[in-house]
């Protein structure tokens, strides 16, 4: 009766509370690192810029998908590969159900411009000393910004020369975010608070 409560409240807290992820990849790097678990509080769907978040992200940005799509095909990539146009502002109509976890860089409303990987949001640039440098190709500079829709939250992975975000496959809606992301407990060497 006991391990059944236990499994039971286990479940629970899992399901409704806070849930483990394990990092995949490099894309949030130096803050994250792929092996790394964090705990996610589920309670908090509605992010502020600056916390990292897990979320599904748009059909779009699915990794058997070789080309990500923007919902408007004149952003993000162009036929080419190349990030020339500006940051994808309209994600496809249909959820992914992979798992992501990268940065709020803006919200419902704001205007945002992405030059050598840092975010003007607003016109006033990002406290970014978390980020990885991002170099000189193309997807660090965007030629115009673009507006975040109501509702909508753009994402950005702290490794901005090696991340798949928002940029390339557009903001996320609110019911596609499962939580934030406010605690590191494996490796040992990097428990703390995010």
């Given at each position: 009766m006991t391990v059944a409560i236990a499994v039971g409240l286990a479940f629970l807290?899992?399901?409704?509370?806070?849930?483990?992820?394990?990092?995949?990849?490099?894309?949030?790097?130096?803050?994250?690192?792929?092996?790394?678990?964090?705990?996610?509080?589920?309670?908090?769907?509605?992010?502020?810029?600056?916390?990292?978040?897990?979320?599904?992200?748009?059909?779009?940005?699915?990794?058997?998908?070789?080309?990500?799509?923007?919902?408007?095909?004149?952003?993000?990539?162009?036929?080419?590969?190349?990030?020339?146009?500006?940051?994808?502002?309209?994600?496809?109509?249909?959820?992914?159900?992979?798992?992501?976890?990268?940065?709020?860089?803006?919200?419902?409303?704001?205007?945002?411009?992405?030059?050598?990987?840092?975010?003007?949001?607003?016109g006033v640039r990002e406290h970014d000393s978390y980020i990885a440098a991002c170099g000189a190709v193309p997807e660090c500079t965007f030629k115009r910004p673009i507006k975040v829709p109501r509702g909508m939250y753009y994402m950005m992975g702290d490794n901005r020369g090696d991340s798949d975000d928002s940029r390339f496959w557009g903001p996320v809606p609110k019911k596609w975010i499962i939580g934030v992301a406010f605690f590191t407990y494996w490796p040992p060497d990097r428990i703390g608070t995010l």
């Open positions: 807290i899992q399901a409704f509370l806070v849930k483990p992820y394990k990092i995949p990849s490099p894309s949030m790097v130096p803050t994250l690192t792929p092996g790394q678990r964090v705990l996610v509080w589920r309670l908090n769907t509605s992010p502020s810029v600056g916390e990292i978040t897990v979320f599904h992200p748009p059909a779009g940005a699915d990794s058997e998908n070789p080309n990500q799509e923007c919902g408007d095909p004149s952003e993000g990539f162009n036929a080419e590969g190349n990030a020339d146009r500006r940051p994808c502002d309209k994600p496809t109509a249909g959820e992914s159900s992979q798992t992501f976890i990268k940065r709020v860089v803006g919200v419902g409303g704001d205007v945002l411009t992405i030059k050598h990987g840092h975010v003007y949001r607003n």
